[in-house]
């Protein structure tokens, strides 16, 4: 038994150039609450400057349909946001920082050190709402512009967190610098270092398609949650072409094939699916959605 | 230590629309004996009616430059087939079957039997010439007309070709219908059925994305040989717009990362992999030239 998280209406929206409106992100989120996720990440509450594609948080979570057992989750990147996503009842949030001080600058404007002490205040704040918080930790397998990242990096900043109330901690390949025997190591080196309380996620991208090898590797070395965006959605800023998140129909699939319970249904997720190049008007990079199921079978020819 | 087969020239290029020029055909097979390959897949010599793409084997078996320590190999059909491809010097052949019933009448046009026969001559013939032959089965994870492909089949077949002077046996993932626990089950039964002597080979598609998961299980399960088409060339006929072989850069480069020998150099590959889309005139489906390798790094933003 492993658990699906679905990131795609928050990884995949945000970058979409179109914007996608918020009827159809609800219908979206709806949707994706039928096929069986054990959370959704519904959306991002940062500011509509930053990130324009998702400026209607509060409506997008205010009208979505909450179906008993999926936690609703969001993405908060500050006090502000956190505050602003309490108020809308989201059920657990997901704080982010980077594992490299180069990363970490780029995409949050902040040194680590600064970004360290703004996600202990907000698992404090947290932590007096009641409401629990995941850590993603960004760049786990790699960054962009520095190369390999040091294990125990992430091994300091994930003990750091743990043990200041985070709920659990998610190992970002943000840029699809992962590999297999990397992933297994790095799980299971922190799986002996958390408290078995803390769970620990993947979050791969498929920019080097490797996404379904590292979650192989992942799952071998013991790890049972899993993100993954619909479609492949979500991308890579620093490599144009590129696929995006892994998607979540290709780890479920696999995982189906493989007799590991994930609790998602494909035959649903493919009807969502199957409607995303008309919502982000443009072409899913979706194996699956091309092919079909593996035992989808063809008449023959000439019969 | 592993072995890559750049099977490109002959499965990628049979089902291009657009034909390559003979002289570009060399170019091609001439590049890829520059990257260390330990065997080329240099062409088919089938009917110029059946694989017009291929109606100029014999002019680029006789115009490839032979690197020494690489192995050119050729698919032969038939027995007219192999006397030409003896005629060329090849210094390999392939001869494939399915594994599948309605697969074998659907692809070859005739019952596996006939195509046991066939083979049977075929090993007996090559073997008074002295030449070695790889036996390919198809379907051997699965039909697309059939479905699941009962793994004592293609034991038997295995067994069979074994017994009768086959170099080397290639399990084919032909529609991409494999995943990793198949994989690594029929892997290790063969293994156990076949004498060492008659090394395995993968040939996989990424139809469903799992090309490179499977790949993975493979290797943990003690496969050494791999083919795979530079650039992800080659296709599935029965899946539009899925995506081909396994594409032999992604390949190499998950290897590389994890520290497996290949033998094969990365940089001059992506060279070859980069003119392609000129060559075939389309783009392929390769993450990797669209990302590169995961440790190029970026300039950060505002540096």
Redesign the interface.
């Known amino acids: 038994m492993i658990e699906i998280n679905e990131v795609g209406p928050r990884d995949g929206l945000q970058i979409e150039p179109a914007f996608v409106a918020t009827d159809d992100k609800v219908a979206l989120v709806d949707a994706l609450s039928d096929c069986g996720f054990a959370r959704i990440e519904v959306t991002s509450f940062t500011s509509a400057r930053a990130i324009p594609a998702l400026a209607d948080a509060e409506a997008v979570m205010q009208r979505i349909r909450r179906r008993p057992g999926v936690v609703y989750t969001c993405l908060v990147p500050n006090l502000r946001g956190m505050e602003r996503a309490l108020d809308s009842g989201a059920d657990e949030l997901n704080l982010v920082m980077s594992a490299s001080e ?1 990363h970490n ?2 995409n949050l404007r902040m040194t680590r050190e600064q970004s360290t002490a703004q996600l202990l205040a907000m698992l404090e704040r947290a932590g007096q709402a009641g409401v629990p918080c995941n850590v993603s930790l960004s760049t786990a397998f ?7 990242i040091a294990p125990s990096e992430v091994e300091r900043l994930a003990r750091l967190f743990a043990g200041a109330g985070a709920a659990g901690i998610t190992l970002c390949d943000t840029t ?2 992962a ?4 992933v297994a190591d790095l799980a299971a080196s922190l799986a002996a270092l958390l408290p078995a309380s803390i769970p620990l996620t993947l979050h791969l991208h ?8 590292n ?3 992942a799952w071998q070395a013991g790890m049972r949650r899993f993100d993954g965006a619909v479609g492949g959605l979500g991308g ?1 800023p ?6 995006g998140n892994a ?1 979540t129909e ?1 780890l479920v ?2 995982f189906d ?3 590991v319970d994930t609790g998602v249904s494909l035959a649903p997720l493919m009807e969502v699916v199957a409607a995303l190049p008309r919502l982000v008007a443009r072409e899913v990079p979706s ?2 959605l ?6 989808r ?6 019969r």
């Open positions: 180069t600058q780029a790699g960054c962009p512009f520095e190369g390999d699809g610098m590999y297999p025997t990397q498929n920019t080097r398609g490797m996404a379904l090898a979650a192989l590797a890579c620093y490599a144009p072409g590129a696929s998607s290709e699939h696999m094939c493989m007799g194996q699956l091309a092919a079909g199921p593996r035992l079978t063809h008449p023959a020819p000439g």
